[in-house]
Every structure is written in structure tokens, then in C-alpha cells.
T-cell receptor
């Protein structure tokens, strides 16, 4: 099955700095990948759909200028949290879709902004 | 909110007992998926059930789907302490997953 590698697994950054999270598809050419966010004790919420070679589609309420998504190749999507603030501290996780099968998720990234 | 609802939000049982979690959703679906998440970690896929299926089994897991009621249930039989985790249902909408609020299961040895 497809394997998704997400890096880093944990990151601590200072308020005001930017953090980049990578999501790689290791054995599948992914034209579409998804980014989710999960706050403590809550469920996962879809943030955006990453489209290879075109702009990402953001869900309502997600600031596209704050969460920059780049999907420049069929195997890599990146999420950059710009000017991070403590309220951006969360668990971020990517997935890729292979049609009508289960989603394949990365390992997730726990971001802590101090 | 597009999110589905799950109940119970938390469930505490003894090892060996069965655990049942329920999920309701709002829109039509292609399929419904169940995932498990250990504390603070990634998601593990458990079962996918398609909209034209009513029941599916995988080991100690049994999933039902009632599209007329827009609901699904996950049954874990003969639970083990290692089953302690959060369980989420998710409906597939064109590849996007809409997650339920989750059930936190605690299995006491």
C-alpha cells in the first residue's frame, strides 16, 4: 500500500517564526493531498486540499496567507505555518487519496509555538 | 458544522467486554471509514464500508452502516487493554474526510 512520510514529527518554534511541514508520498503519484489539524482532545478538521501544480483549496475559516501550501511535485506537499502564534499549536497531519479506498495518513506533526 | 457526531464521547470498560461506538453523519456518502488514534499519534485505518454495504467484519471488529438513518456503528469484541485509544468515524466526500467527534475508549485490565 501507499506510504506517506511526514516530517518533522515534532517541532517547537518561537512565536513569530515560520515552520514548514513536509508530506511525502513514497510509492504513489499523488495529484491531491489533504491537510488536517487536530487540537487537543478534539477531532481532526480538514484545513485544505493540496493540488499538484495548482493552488490549494482552503476550507472555510482557514487563512490561506497563514497556512501556505505548496504541491510542486506528485510526491511532495508542504504546509508552512507563517508567523506562528501559540494558538497555532496543534497536531497537523496530511493524507493522500487513492480513489475509493481508505486514506493514507502521514505520522503527523506536533507543533508547539512558545 | 460538517462534522458528524459520535457517541459516546467516552467509554470505559473492563477487558473482555465488548465496546460499541456509534456515528451519525449528515450528507450522502461514498464510503465511511473508521480510524483509531493512540494518544497524540497518527491515525490507523480500521475498516472501510461502502455505501452499498450493510455490515463488515475484520477480526474482532464489526462495522454496520445504515444509510437510511445516516449512521454507523463499530463493535469491538473481547476488548483488550491495548484497544485503549480514540476512535473516529469519517465520511468520504470526494477524497476529503469529514471526521466525527470521536469516542475515547478506555479498557481496564
Amino acid at each position: 500500500g501507499a506510504v506517506v512520510s511526514q516530517h518533522p514529527s515534532r517541532v517547537i518554534c518561537k512565536s513569530g517564526t515560520s515552520v514548514k511541514i513536509e508530506c511525502r508520498s513514497l510509492d504513489f503519484q499523488a495529484t491531491t493531498m489533504f491537510w488536517y489539524r487536530q487540537f487537543p482532545k478534539q477531532s481532526l478538521m480538514l484545513m485544505a486540499t493540496s493540488n499538484e501544480g495548482s493552488k490549494a483549496t482552503y476550507e472555510q475559516g482557514v487563512e490561506k496567507d497563514k497556512f501556505l501550501i505548496n504541491h510542486a511535485s506528485l510526491t511532495l506537499s508542504t504546509l508552512t505555518v507563517t508567523s506562528a502564534h501559540p494558538e497555532d499549536s496543534s497536531f497537523y497531519i496530511c493524507s493522500l487519496d487513492r480513489g475509493d479506498t481508505e486514506a493514507f495518513f502521514g505520522q503527523g506533526t506536533r507543533l508547539t509555538v512558545v | 458544522s460538517q462534522q458528524g457526531e459520535e457517541d459516546p464521547q467516552a467509554l470505559s470498560i473492563q477487558e473482555g467486554e465488548n465496546a460499541t461506538m456509534n456515528c451519525s453523519y449528515k450528507t450522502s456518502i461514498n464510503n465511511l471509514q473508521w480510524y483509531r488514534q493512540n494518544s497524540g499519534r497518527g491515525l490507523v485505518h480500521l475498516i472501510l464500508i461502502r455505501s452499498n454495504e450493510r455490515e463488515k467484519h475484520s477480526g474482532r471488529l464489526r462495522v454496520t452502516l445504515d444509510t437510511s438513518k445516516k449512521s454507523s456503528s463499530l463493535l469491538i469484541t473481547a476488548s483488550r487493554a491495548a484497544d485503549t485509544a480514540s476512535y473516529f468515524c469519517a465520511t468520504d466526500k470526494g477524497g476529503k474526510l469529514i471526521f466525527g467527534q470521536g469516542t475515547e475508549l478506555s479498557v481496564k485490565p
